[in-house]
């Protein structure tokens, strides 16, 4: 039992290195790519102590070179999921009893492993697995990554500090147990900090998980494995499992231990994991906390007094980096007509002087999107746009996938608000624009929050307070994550908590107290130091 009331080191947001030329990071992750590049490797279930190959396996590669493959992985079948779940049933019996602070120093640890050590091996492998420039890697696989691991120690300890109102004669306390069961995560290819921190999250609570990593993301997620482990995450704390994502989910949620599922992915599946669990609710120990963030159609507004370069770099930023395939990218701009033929002047300059190829040229913004299912999607609305009379591509509209998948960052003008590419969530380097009226702005507003089944992020930007604030009123629901004169995306630990409603998810903010609380169940402990020996209350006497 603890001795003293422990403080943990202060959360700090890890500075982003530049990789700027002839900088010795620079020179370690290319060196670390170009090792990760020419190896293939292996990678095994684990499950337990034990790491498991079942010789079914899948091949890695890179989605801006699809033909060089840099690894393989093992696909479980049923027995291994069932097993996983024993195994984080059986870890759960010392791992729920371990001291908070111990939990603490494994991920603690395990920050500081990526900071040092492993920071070029786990930027070199989400350029490689995700086709992630090094900048969207750094911000992402390194600092998000440990921001999360050193936040959410500090957010643990900031709950564990919230106790009841107690006096002389009773002594309340309230213990955030962690929850009775596992927890399942399902975690999405676009985020190496969101794979780790699904799993991460609920296993510092106490809880014990099975681990469902997204299979374009196994590469990376490998390097989060060996990170975990050095750290001292005891085996069976966190398993991890490949394959069918639907035999997998129907073997979680058929246990009566399933106590809950940390997700990120899409919007219809999320909903068919909801449904499933509702039908098998009366078979469950007890009622699981079910905690997702989906999908994004994220908006620009622009008011007639917003600056135009502003406005060109938070479209162009927000659509285009790491390819859009951010929930959080942006997807469908509002521009006023007075400021469109600057806005349109800028985007052609900006977006044609992008280059485009592999993430080990640092000279290129703009790499591969994912496979070639999201290339073939991307490119379908690409061609229907060119036919449509509504729509018209005035950037891009061409693609490649004969060496990587590879989609020119695409400008769609429509004159219908409620075009299809308005509305539909695309994950891809395209953004659709609609040019609205000035003396529309209203109504505009009312637009933006009407057309959308999502409400994740957006942005306004305005140089008129006035309008600014009408904006954010009339915008409430239209998204969990509101910016100002700045770009949809990019949301940092400890400052912007994420997550949105609506379509978008449960809304339970990855990155602050609000999500850490979903997985843990408290028990309140009154001790009452004098306790009576009379059943009689005063007012019964004369």
């Known amino acids: 039992m603890p001795k003293g009331f422990f403080h943990v080191p202060k959360a700090v947001n890890e500075p982003v290195k530049s990789y700027a030329p002839n900088s010795p990071e620079k020179a370690a992750v290319l060196a670390a790519y170009k090792k990760m590049w020419n190896e293939t490797i292996d990678v095994p279930m684990y499950i337990g102590s034990e790491q498991i190959k079942t010789g079914n396996t899948r091949t890695m590669s890179a989605p801006h070179d699809h033909q060089h493959i840099v690894g393989t992985y093992h696909l479980a079948e049923k027995s291994h999921v069932e097993k996983a779940i024993a195994s984080a049933l059986d870890a759960r019996k010392k791992w729920s009893q371990m001291p908070w602070e111990h939990r603490a120093a494994i991920f603690l640890k395990a920050a500081e492993l990526i900071a040092g050590p492993y ?51 009773v002594w309340n306390k309230v213990e955030y147990r962690p929850l009775e069961g596992f927890v399942y995560a399902i975690t999405p290819f676009n985020f190496t900090a969101i794979a780790a921190n699904l799993p991460a999250s ?4 106490g809880n014990t998980v099975v681990w469902k990593p997204s299979d374009s993301q196994v590469f990376s997620a490998k390097i989060i494995i060996d990170v975990f482990r050095e750290a001292g995450v005891p085996d069976g704390v966190i398993n991890v499992v490949f394959g069918d994502p639907v035999m997998i989910t129907d073997t979680v949620l058929a246990s009566p231990d399933f106590a809950g599922v940390h997700y990120t992915g899409s919007t219809f599946v999320f909903k068919e994991i909801w449904k499933k669990i509702g039908t098998q609710i009366h078979s469950y120990k007890t009622y699981p906390r079910i905690v997702g963030e989906t999908g994004g159609k994220d908006f620009v507004v622009a008011h007639p007094s917003a600056n135009v370069k502003q406005v060109v770099t938070g479209i162009t930023r927000g659509a285009f980096e790491f390819q859009g395939q951010k929930c959080s990218a942006a997807s469908r701009a509002y521009i006023p007509q007075s400021l469109w033929p600057a806005v349109k002047e800028q985007l052609i300059i900006d977006v044609n002087s992008m280059k485009m190829g592999s993430p080990e040229d640092f000279s290129n913004f703009i790499t591969a999107v994912i496979h070639e299912g999201s290339f073939d999607k991307l490119a379908s609305y690409i061609d229907q746009a060119k036919k449509d009379a509504d729509a018209e591509i005035i950037l891009g509209g061409n693609y490649d996938k004969s060496k ?57 930007f305005s140089q008129d307070r006035y309008a600014t604030i009408e904006a954010t009123k009339a915008l409430e629901n239209a998204a969990g994550n509101f910016y100002i004169n700045d770009k949809p995306t990019g949301a940092v630990v400890g400052m912007q908590p994420f997550g949105g409603a609506r379509a978008s998810g449960t809304n339970d903010k990855a990155g602050s107290m609000q999500n850490l609380l979903r997985w843990v169940s408290p028990r309140t402990i009154k001790e009452t130091f004098v306790t009576p020996e009379d059943y009689r209350y005063p007012f019964l006497g004369e």
């Open 404 to 460: 990587g998948y590879f989609i020119e960052p695409t400008v769609i003008v429509t004159t219908n608000p409620k075009y299809t590419t308005m509305e539909t969530e695309l994950f891809g380097p395209v953004i659709t624009i609609y040019v609205y009226e000035d003396a529309k702005w209203n109504q505009t507003l009312k637009l933006v929050d009407e057309t959308s089944e999502y409400a994740l992020t957006g942005a306004i």
């Open 119 to 169: 920071r070029a091996r786990i930027n070199a492998a989400t350029m490689i697995a995700q086709s992630k420039t090094i900048f969207q890697a750094e911000i992402d696989a390194s600092c998000e990554l440990i921001d999360f691991l050193r936040y959410n120690v500090e957010f643990m300890t900031q709950i564990y500090q919230d106790q009841p109102t107690s006096n002389s004669d």
């Open 202 to 205: 609920a296993a510092l609570m």
